[in-house]
Nanobody
Framework: QIQLVQSGGGSVQSGGSLTLSCVIS????????VAWFRQASEKERESVAG???????TYADSVKGRFTISQDMEKNTMFLHMNNLKLEDTAMYYC????????????WGQGTQVTVSS
């Protein structure tokens, strides 16, 4: 059974930093697309950053230069390092993985709240 378990997040002041982690267990497929999504209150879920099966990384324009996605294949863990956080980064963040291509929609983490205050 594939499970994605998130950790990290919390509250931080504007300009601060946070790191989210997502441990992927039970994943045996050779191909993997992983990504971080977020959903702010009363807004639709949006993709924040992703890594496709070829290792190509993409970011939403709103986070370029501030967020960094990475993964440790040996530990089956993906990360989202968030720097210079802004009020508009406040949202519930989700990790996701899929073997069928990007953006991943097959398997999801439980979500973790990130709150940025002034």
């Amino acid at each position: 059974q594939i499970q994605l378990v998130q950790s990290g997040g919390g509250s931080v002041q504007s300009g601060g930093s946070l790191t989210l982690s997502c441990v992927i267990s039970g994943y045996t497929y050779n191909k993997r697309c992983v990504a971080w999504f977020r959903q702010a209150s009363e807004k639709e879920r949006e993709s924040v950053a992703g890594i496709d099966n070829d290792g190509i990384i993409t970011y939403a324009d709103s986070v370029k230069g501030r967020f960094t996605i990475s993964q440790d294949m040996e530990k089956n863990t993906m990360f989202l390092h968030m720097n210079n956080l802004k009020l508009e980064d406040t949202a519930m963040y989700y990790c996701a993985a899929d073997s069928m291509g990007c953006p991943p929609t097959g398997y999801w983490g439980q979500g973790t709240q990130v709150t940025v205050s002034s």
